[in-house]
């Protein structure tokens, strides 16, 4: 026999909950099946977006298949030198080569000591040139013979304080009268790079503005820049004399007057840009 009561035991569902599941399962189902909808249109949407087409901008490279422009600028820039190049000749002569060098090395010795009272350091002193040559005597009737020998030293100071130059270069003229020489004197600066620089970006602008009249006169753009060359001089120095002062100078009751003024660096740099297509 079939326990009446234990099949309804084993079954314990209310008849209103059993109606209910059928609902659910639907109701579940019908949002399962919206977001498959809505999933759907999403990917359809990134698909057609994908799809579009979008305007490409073609990139200007430097290649050789490319047209470039090649632009050039020159400028200067102009500063007040603070430094002062001295080369000084100390000549000596005597009977015998040993005699010449030993009085030359004492009129050198003088020099240096006359340099160093007047603010310039013995870094700054340098010995630069040496030669010893024999003297010869020429008879107007016979053989020409050795007289004796003459030295001749090149020092070449380099003075930062340029007020005290003058002194310095009297200093010297008056320690060794008519043996010493001078054989130039030129003005730069002791940070070239600074006025450099200056020319520099001065060049670089000019080019540019060289490039872009020519890119708008060919009716063309401009495109990257492909390369930049700066050809940069070496620091030029002022020559402001050349020659024997000794004659001049030493019977001077003041120092040399020197006057730095203003000196020019100039620079200059080629521009080659890449043009964009037509």
């Known amino acids: 026999m079939v326990d009446e009561h234990a099949a309804e035991d084993g079954d314990h569902t209310p008849p209103a909950a059993a109606a209910k599941k059928p609902k659910l399962g639907r109701i579940v189902l019908v949002v399962a099946t919206g977001a498959l909808l809505v999933g759907g249109a999403g990917l359809g949407l990134a698909l057609d977006t994908a799809g579009a087409s979008t305007p490409v901008t073609k990139a200007v490279a ?116 008519n043996a010493v020489q001078i054989n130039s004197l030129g003005f730069s600066f002791s940070n070239p790079n600074q006025v450099q620089d200056q020319a520099r970006a001065a060049a670089v602008r000019q080019a540019v503005g060289h490039a872009r009249a020519m890119a708008a006169a060919s009716g063309r753009k401009l495109g990257p820049v492909c390369s930049l060359t700066d050809t940069t001089p070496s620091p030029a120095q002022n020559q402001i004399l050349n020659g024997d002062l000794a004659q001049a100078t030493s019977g001077s009751s003041s120092p040399v007057p020197l006057e730095s003024g203003s000196q020019s660096e100039t620079d200059q740099v080629t521009l080659v840009y890449a043009l964009e297509a037509r």
């Open 62 to 177: 430097c290649g050789s298949a490319t047209p470039h422009l090649t632009a050039q600028g020159t400028a200067q820039a102009s500063g007040t030198p603070d430094v002062l190049t001295a080369v000084f000749s100390i000549n000596a002569s005597a009977a015998s080569a040993t005699a010449a060098l030993t009085n030359d090395n004492t009129e050198v010795n003088e020099a240096v000591l006359a340099l160093i009272a007047n603010a310039v350091t013995k870094d700054d002193i340098q010995t630069t040139g040496l030669t010893l040559q024999p003297n010869y005597t020429y008879p107007r009737n016979g053989v020409p013979y050795i007289s004796g020998y003459g030295v001749t030293n090149t020092v070449t100071a380099t003075m930062h304080d340029t007020a005290k130059a003058g002194a310095a270069i009297d200093a010297v003229v008056g320690a060794n009268g």
